[in-house]
C-alpha cells in the first residue's frame, strides 16, 4: 500500500495558523478534494476539529481520526489512538494508497513511513504556528510539478509537486 503525504507548505514550512489555513487557494484545495477522494485519509483530532463542520466527515473518503483522548468521537469517522491502526484500518479495506492529511504531529509520525508525498508548494514566507517536518529532499524523487501562478483568486505562486522515496 501506498502511504502517502498531501500538503500545502509554503517555503518557510507553514501549515497552518490558530487552527487554520494561513491562505486561501482554491485550486489547491480542489486538488486536495480531487486528490484523496475514494480513498482512506488519516487525520489527528486537531485537524479534524479544524474542518468546517459542514466538511466533517470529508466526503466521499473514509475518514479516520488519530488521537490520545479515549473518549473523543467523531461522527462518520473511526477514531484510533496510534497511526499504526489507522494504516491497519486501511490495509484490511485493500486500498491501494492512503492519505495522511495532517497535520503536523501526523505528518512527523507519517513521514517515516510515507512512499509518496503530494506537495504544494507555496512561493512564500508565511506567518503560522504549525509546521510541516523538515523532509530531506536527496531521500526522494521528484516525479512531476505543475506551476500555479498567482492571480486574482490565488495570492502567492505554487507548485503542486509530487514525490517518490528513492
Request: charged share 25%.
Amino acid at each position: 500500500m501506498i502511504i502517502s503525504l498531501i500538503a500545502a507548505v509554503s517555503r518557510n514550512h507553514v501549515i497552518g495558523k490558530n487552527n487554520d489555513l494561513p491562505w486561501r487557494l482554491p485550486d489547491d484545495m480542489k486538488y486536495f478534494m480531487e486528490t484523496t477522494k475514494g480513498h482512506h485519509v488519516i487525520m489527528g483530532r486537531k485537524n479534524y476539529q479544524s474542518l468546517p463542520e459542514k466538511f466533517r466527515p470529508l466526503p466521499h473518503r473514509t475518514n479516520i481520526v488519530v488521537t490520545r483522548s479515549t473518549d473523543f468521537i467523531a461522527p462518520g469517522c473511526q477514531v484510533v489512538h496510534m497511526l499504526e491502526d489507522a494504516l491497519d484500518i486501511a490495509r484490511k479495506a485493500n486500498q491501494k494508497e492512503v492519505f495522511i492529511i495532517g497535520g503536523a504531529e501526523i505528518y512527523a509520525l507519517g513521514l517515516r513511513l510515507a512512499t509518496r508525498l503530494y506537495l504544494t508548494e507555496i512561493q512564500a514566507e508565511v506567518d503560522g504556528d504549525t509546521f510541516f517536518p523538515e523532509v530531506n529532499l536527496a531521500k526522494w524523487k521528484e516525479v512531476s510539478r505543475k506551476h500555479h501562478l498567482a492571480d486574482n483568486r490565488h495570492p502567492f505562486a505554487f507548485d503542486f509537486v509530487i514525490y517518490e522515496r528513492n
